[in-house]
């Protein structure tokens, strides 16, 4: 169905390759997972399975692409569309219509499809992506999350042959994650559709895929089943992870498959062990930095938030979970003053975020959005870090040092547009940490970045926390929450219902726990590195 021969893709005919030499075959009904580190060309090579790139990037392609028997070079992404459809990493993007409704239907019309055949592949898909309830809402209205699923849905109704998939749960809750992987998994075995899918939350899609192409920097691409190249694979998921440490054969993918070999680890590791290594910060031993009482925000006839309580003390890493839509984004914006309050109040070290301004307010809150894109404007990234420096009076080279910490790959000469999605929020990172605020914000601050970026990210967390900042961060990431949250808020149709340490919330519920919680339940293990340390303690 699709094939690369002899591949190699540079946007700048004097600038550095992005992929070369790349050469494979995936067949039809199959479901392919791209994985490899940020920055290894997983989005080019998406993108040249439709010829995205690059009639539309620009760029120099040498070698032949053909999907479906047809070559990109010959037909640009139009003259594809009957066969692939693609998702790609900003929803938003790729929208044309304002409604719901009307998205969904957009791509047929362009297809030329019967209404009467229009009117039922819109059903289908608002039933097949959870979307029936969202039908007449405004896009602009919905949550990170809607939006994936609106983006997958309007590919789905014109019943492609080829489904290429850019990061599609990266913005999803767990359960909706699931519940969208499952649906493609159905079209896969069910009508034969071929996925091409790249993702970086491993622990999500790994035990769905036929199999795994591993893109490595400086060494040619590697196409294998799931086992084969998770043996050596530089990223893996916990559960893979948890089975190198503890010597498994074979290496378990899934959960299930963990828990079958765990016998012999879990008689290793004391439950008193686990609880020694959670040590949350007290929440009354520092000043509290954000503090949000019966606080209610409504768009239109919408509620996002109502009656919301939440504080979050300085030296506190705080973590917001719920699903799409719950209000995580809201209570973030609210504590900023983007959006306007209908009840309750909010405070951020003692003041109305509303009153501040400049550099008081990048000193005392920052922000890093779900679309950290809005955050750019110049025109190379050692430009945007300069100017990151002077807008918050920090030292020069503070926001580069930042940069360099989370992703030591970017070049300081590049655009801030060509960077990769997860590499251009490691950017804004660097840019709204280097204020040094008292209080930070991220809103689902691992989007795109692959589990070493995760693992750089959680170091410069602690840190910040270790320093007195306070952070709140709003996630669907289970495994950063797992590792870096010192206390967890699980929000529900706008209400904070349940806040305590990690290790009790998460635990307890089948839908927010990590992946080594899971294998080893009851114990209460959250991560791999608090087994490798355990099983040190133990000899």
């Known amino acids: 169905m699709i094939r690369f021969e002899d591949v190699s893709i540079r946007y700048d005919p004097a600038g550095p390759v992005v992929l070369s030499n790349v050469d494979l075959h995936i067949p039809e009904g199959e479901l392919c997972l791209v994985v490899g580190e940020t920055g290894t060309g997983k989005s080019t090579l998406l993108q040249a399975i439709n010829g995205l790139v690059p009639h539309f990037t620009g760029g120099v392609l040498s070698g032949r692409v053909t999907v479906a028997g047809r070559d990109t070079r010959d037909n640009p992404p139009r003259e594809l569309a009957d066969i692939v459809g693609m998702v790609l990493q900003d929803p938003m993007s790729g929208f044309v219509a304002d409604v719901v409704e009307d998205e969904l239907a957009y791509g047929m019309e362009s297809l030329g499809v019967p209404p009467a055949v229009m009117r039922k592949r819109v059903e289908e898909t608002l039933d097949l992506m959870g979307l029936a309830d969202l039908r007449n809402r405004s896009l602009l209205s919905l949550s990170g999350g809607q939006r994936q699923r609106v983006a997958i849905g309007s590919v789905l109704t014109a019943h492609p ?50 199999s795994v192409l591993l893109l490595r920097p400086g060494a040619p691409p590697r196409l294998g089943t799931p086992s084969e190249v998770m043996t050596d694979s530089p990223v893996a998921p916990p559960v893979v992870e948890l089975g190198r440490l503890a010597h498994w054969d074979p290496l378990p993918l899934t959960v299930r498959d963990a828990r079958r070999a765990a016998g012999g680890l879990r008689s290793q590791l004391s439950p008193d062990l686990a609880a020694v290594s959670h040590s949350p910060v007290d929440p009354t031993t520092g000043p509290i ?53 209908t009840a309750g109040r909010v405070l951020v070290a003692g003041r109305d975020p509303a009153v501040l301004v400049g550099a008081d307010l990048v000193r005392t809150v920052g922000l890093v959005p779900q679309e950290p894109t809005d955050l750019l404007y110049s025109d190379t990234v050692a430009a945007e870090c300069s100017a990151a420096d002077r807008d918050s009076s920090a030292t020069p080279g503070t926001t580069a040092a930042l940069l360099a910490r989370l992703a030591p790959e970017i070049a300081p000469e590049i655009h801030p547009r060509d960077l990769s999605e997860g590499q251009r929020l490691c950017l804004v990172l660097a840019i709204v940490m280097s204020a040094a605020p008292g209080l930070l914000l991220l809103d689902e601050p691992t989007r795109g970045l692959d589990y070493g970026s995760k693992r750089r990210l959680v170091a410069i967390l602690r840190d910040l926390a270790q320093d007195g900042t306070a952070i709140l961060l709003a996630s669907h990431d289970v495994e950063l929450v797992a590792e870096v949250a010192d206390r967890v808020a699980i929000i529900a149709d706008g209400e904070v219902v349940a806040v305590g340490p990690t290790a009790e919330v998460v635990t307890a519920s089948p839908i927010f726990a990590p992946q080594v919680s899971k294998v080893l339940s009851p114990a209460p293990w959250l991560a791999v590195d608090q087994i490798a340390a355990a099983l040190q303690v133990t000899g």
């Open 289 to 341: 930095a954000l503090d949000c009482s019966s606080l209610a925000v409504v768009y239109g006839p919408v509620w996002a938030l109502r009656e919301a309580t939440l504080a979050v003390s300085a030296g506190q890493i705080v973590a917001l979970m719920g699903r799409n839509g719950a209000g995580k984004s809201t209570l973030l914006k609210a504590a900023v003053a983007l959006v306007p309050i």
């Open 161 to 210: 042959r080829v489904l290429v998939m850019d990061e599609p749960t990266s913005a999803l809750d767990p359960g909706a994650a699931e519940e969208v992987l499952a649906a493609v998994t159905r079209l896969v075995h069910d009508l034969g559709l071929t996925v091409v899918l790249a993702e970086h939350r491993l622990e999500r899609v790994l035990q769905y895929a036929d």
